[in-house]
């Protein structure tokens, strides 16, 4: 029997990173997020599309066991740069993203704060266009976890220890 409390369902998130054999891990890095909703007047898209809302409450969701590979960072170098530099269009004008955005050839992976290498396999959707990946990822993903400062480092011991992400932002409630 269908639950009329559920407004949404909530994914798993896999978000890779620089290549299709590492996932971003860090607090950094949404775990869960509402792609599904019920067709319901006054449910709208909330903040960059990340969410939703039911009217100005948050919706309730079901977790469901299935993920959603987010694929957004795989890019060669430049493709990064240029995702970055077209993202800060929508807040900043041309003059500081000229300053503080300079285009380069080469990509800093330190905003990922951690990558984990991926050893499952990719849908099968998506295997051609792995196979003819044209770039190959040269960055050694420890250094970027050397990086974290003192809250970072305390914050993901604490979730690596208990498996409770403290002050998590979490855009639904979830309902069991």
């Known amino acids: 029997m269908?639950?009329?409390?559920?407004?949404?369902?909530?994914?798993k998130y896999l978000h890779f990173y620089g290549s299709y054999d590492y996932i971003a891990t860090?607090?950094?890095?949404?775990?869960?997020e509402i792609r599904i909703i019920k067709n319901l007047k006054g449910i709208h898209s909330?903040?960059?599309?990340?969410?939703?809302?039911y009217e100005d409450?948050?919706?309730?969701?079901?977790e469901i066991d299935a993920y959603i590979y987010h694929y957004g960072w795989v890019k060669p170098?430049?493709?990064?740069?240029?995702?970055?530099?077209?993202f800060n269009k929508f807040y900043r004008d041309d003059e500081w993203i000229?300053?503080?955005i300079p285009k380069a050839e080469s990509f800093d992976y330190g905003n990922a704060?951690?990558?984990?290498?991926f050893n499952a396999s990719h849908p099968v959707a998506i295997q051609k266009r792995i196979?003819?990946?044209?770039?190959?990822?040269?960055?050694?993903?420890?250094?970027?976890?050397?990086?974290?400062?003192?809250?970072r480092r305390l914050l993901k011991w604490i979730e690596e220890r208990t498996g409770y992400r403290p002050f998590e932002y979490k855009n639904y409630n979830k309902i069991k």
């Open 2 to 11: 269908p639950d009329k409390n559920i407004e949404g369902l909530l994914f």
């Open 26 to 32: 860090s607090r950094r890095w949404y775990r869960k």
């Open 46 to 53: 909330y903040r960059d599309a990340q969410g939703f809302r």
């Open 57 to 62: 409450r948050k919706i309730k969701v079901k």
């Open 77 to 86: 170098p430049q493709g990064l740069n240029n995702k970055v530099r077209n």
């Open 98 to 100: 000229e300053t503080h």
């Open 113 to 117: 704060d951690e990558l984990v290498k």
């Open 131 to 151: 196979t003819n990946t044209n770039w190959e990822f040269s960055y050694d993903p420890t250094v970027v976890k050397k990086k974290l400062n003192f809250r």
